[in-house]
């Protein structure tokens, strides 16, 4: 999938796992990030052809989805790292023609059933993903709220 809804989603986990001890989170965010890039790359998605314009697109836009998503829960440093460990994966893609021979990640390798579809089906399913990590989030903040006006603190 398009680094955006890897983001969005590593992002979401990053949120969930906020109020978790420091380390236990981290460890909980990367191994959920790293499973969930695996899952979604199963999932029908449409890729961009790789270029740098298209990179440096989707780079913008996950910045702005981790921004979003960091604001909403207050918890910048752990939405960045799950947003970070889900989009890392696809970093080979652009090794893969200097450093290594080919993908070594799960989902990248030939025999991975590697979900395709056309550009519009393909966008809608990532748009979903995207969708269902939002309203998880906006779920967990408003949470937020409830607990704080529950215990009276302002
Ligand atoms: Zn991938």
Do not use: K
């Not at 909980?28 to 449409?46: E, F, T």
């Not at 090794?95 to 989902?107: E, R």
Request: glycine share 12%.
């Amino acid at each position: 999938m398009l680094l955006v809804a890897h983001a969005a989603v590593g992002g979401a986990m990053g949120a969930t796992a906020r109020r978790e001890p420091r380390a236990r989170g981290m460890v909980l965010v990367a191994v959920g990030a790293l499973v969930s890039h695996v899952l979604m790359d199963l999932i029908p998605h449409w890729d961009y052809p790789f270029s740098l314009g298209w990179i440096i697109l989707d780079i913008a836009a996950s910045l702005a989805v981790f921004g979003l998503i960091a604001w909403l829960v207050r918890a910048p440093g752990m939405v960045f790292w799950g947003a970070f460990v889900a989009c890392i994966p696809d970093l080979e893609h652009v090794l893969v023609s200097w450093l290594l021979p080919g993908p070594v990640f799960v989902s990248h390798v030939n025999w991975f059933p590697h979900g395709q579809a056309g550009l519009v089906p393909g966008l809608l399913t990532q748009a979903v993903t995207v969708g269902v990590a939002f309203w998880w989030v906006l779920r967990l903040r408003r949470q937020a709220g409830a607990n704080r006006r529950g215990s009276g603190r302002p």
